[in-house]
């Protein structure tokens, strides 16, 4: 199998200290500062963040006193925000003086200088600012992949990525072993399940822009949370309960994120109608899909926080429909299996337990073997998006969709009663970039209230 060639800028070099390695049992010889506290503090602090920089593990949080993380060998991180946390670190990387009149007084720092450092530019800009750790590869703002080791994308988008160089296949045969053997109602649900797919590998990108994934089907172990597992890749992902009520599905939802960091999708189960309703709805839904910077808080839940959207919301269910709202912002694959489920043979094994886990990174190589290829053509826009109003500069999902298509199928929405017909040949892009043959314009119905 091929493997495309991508051109990247060149890596960051980290100088890594000199340590000396220790003969017998003396101790490392580490490095040399003089701390004179007739200087001003922000020239000792200066100095001092400059020499800890130079380790390469030691990162400024982003954030207004967000303080230091320092990153294991193994990607794993610990927070640096107070003396206590500051001090060991100083007692293994540095041989401090603390000159007083010009008179060695000492080589402990006081925990008032640690705490103030740890909330100063002077100290804290001498560091490279990071605002996510990842084990996966991203896409930064111009499409880059990032390389392993620290990526400046500009603010919000400065990652430290901790894991193996991304590989990229030009081939799309895993993908179509899988979408072949998974029972999508029309073209256009096999097209959106792999343009929420694409979505999930830029969530970085389109804060409060991302679609919700609406995966629906017409009978149970149909294949929704399979679907949903393709289309979050290599990304974490976390799953709740629906709750009929704001307010519980708010906490449940805070709760995930806050006990799952790293997750970069999040599954709202079995979603079902509430007998007194006659359509499954969320304000805090909708508000949470289109807001660039979400306040999450729900008592109970840990303290408040605002975080930029970088989550995939995803909804599976097979009982009535989603309101309007909620429709509007999705992006809908419904599955329509034929005969008795269990009686079913896949050439490829079981597709959730053995075949995806088994091709889970190769599916990714493939899918940036996508976005390479449409690199490679000159990054052309979808400019014939036409979705219930998508069009409109300043519709949250515009860019998405610009960028990777999307298109409805007729019969989700012709149990709504919904009539006016419109063509959305969004798909036409994804298709083209996947090496595959256009598929025939569907027409979709719009959703409309019964």
């Given amino acids: 199998m091929s493997q495309l060639s991508v051109v990247r800028d060149d890596p960051i070099e980290i100088e890594e200290p000199q340590f000396q390695a220790p003969e017998g049992n003396s101790p490392p010889k580490l490095p040399q500062l003089a701390w004179d506290e007739g200087d001003p503090a922000a020239t000792n602090y200066r100095k001092f963040g400059a020499l800890l920089a ?21 990607g794993s991180t610990k927070s640096i925000t107070n003396a206590a946390d500051l001090a060991p670190i100083i007692v293994d990387r540095v041989a401090l003086t603390i000159y007083l009149d010009g008179k060695p007084k000492g080589s402990k720092l006081s925990a008032a200088h640690m705490n103030a450092m740890l909330k100063t530019d002077a100290f804290l800009s001498q560091f490279d600012v990071v605002d996510q750790i990842s084990k996966v590869a991203r896409y930064l703002p111009d499409f880059r992949l990032t390389d392993p080791g620290y990526n400046d994308g500009g603010p919000d988008q400065r990652y430290l990525f901790v894991g193996e160089p991304p590989q990229v296949y030009d081939s799309m045969d895993r993908i179509n072993a899988f979408l072949d053997v ?4 029309s073209q256009a649900d096999r097209a959106n399940a792999l343009g929420a797919a694409l979505t999930v590998l830029h969530r970085n990108h389109w804060p409060g822009g991302k679609p919700i994934i609406l995966a629906t089907a017409s009978k149970s172990h149909a294949g929704k949370d399979t679907v949903i597992a393709f289309a979050s890749g290599e990304t974490e992902h976390c799953s709740i309960s629906y709750q009929g009520t704001n307010w519980a599905l708010e906490r449940s939802f805070v709760g995930a994120l806050y006990h799952n960091s790293d997750a970069g999708v999040l599954v709202i189960e079995n979603a079902r109608l509430d007998r007194r309703d006659n359509t499954i709805a969320s304000a805090f839904i909708e508000r949470f899909a289109t807001d660039p910077q979400p306040f999450l808080f729900s008592t109970g839940t840990g303290p408040a926080t605002r975080r930029r959207n970088d989550i995939v919301l995803a909804i599976s269910t097979n009982f009535g429909s989603v309101s309007e709202d909620i429709l509007n912002r999705s992006l809908p694959i419904h599955l329509d299996p034929v005969g008795h489920v269990s009686e079913r ?5 079981n597709p959730k337990l053995e075949f995806l886990p088994q091709n889970r990174e190769q599916i990714a190589a493939e899918l940036r073997g996508m976005v390479e290829r449409w690199k490679e053509a000159g990054s052309p826009l979808d400019r014939d998006v036409r979705w219930r109003g998508v069009h409109r500069a300043g519709h949250p999902l515009r860019a998405r969709r610009l960028a990777v298509g999307s298109r409805r199928g007729s019969a989700h929405r012709g149990r709504a009663g919904g009539l006016p017909v419109l063509e959305h040949p969004g798909v036409q892009q994804i298709s083209q970039f996947a090496g595959l043959p256009p598929p025939p314009r569907l027409l979709y119905r719009c959703h409309r209230k019964p």
Avoid: N, Q, W, Y
Avoid at 69 to 74: A, E, G, N, Q, T
Avoid at 182 to 185: A, N
Avoid at 345 to 349: E, F, L, N, R
């Fill in 345 to 349: 043979t896949s050439p490829i094994g």
């Fill in 182 to 185: 998974m029972d999508f109602e």
């Fill in 54 to 74: 130079k380790a390469g593990d030691l990162f400024c949080r982003s954030g207004h006193d967000g303080g230091l993380l320092l990153v294991r060998h193994d």
